[in-house]
């Protein structure tokens, strides 16, 4: 069964950088595998962050490209997400997806 597990979230100011990552376990199909980044902000629906396919080919939501960096590390089964000049509207659990599983979620704050 497979198990994703987010960490890195926290509280930063708005300008400030995070780094978030997910590391599977319990597949060993974690490298042919896309692997991605959702978020969740207050009273919004779930969208998508940034994806990466099995090749390391990023995709990112219009409103973090530039900003954010997508990166998986398969001998490490981990998927990041760097995040740099955050915002205020970036405040939202982030969720790591792939293989048809979701993860439980780290909460990111920014403040103002």
């Known amino acids: 069964q497979v198990q994703l597990v987010e960490s890195g979230g926290g509280l930063v100011q708005a300008g400030g950088s995070l780094r978030l990552s997910c590391a599977a376990s319990g597949s060993i199909m974690f490298s042919i595998n896309a692997m991605g980044w959702y978020r969740q902000g207050p009273g919004k629906q779930r969208e998508l962050v940034a994806t990466i396919s099995s090749g390391g080919i990023p995709n990112y939501a219009d409103s973090v490209k530039g900003r954010f960096t997508i990166s998986r590390d398969n001998a490490k089964k981990t998927v990041y997400l760097q995040m740099n000049s955050l915002k205020p509207e970036d405040t939202a659990v982030y969720y790591c997806?792939?293989?048809?599983?979701w993860g439980k979620g780290t909460l990111v704050t920014v403040s103002s």
């Open positions: 997806w792939g293989m048809n599983n």
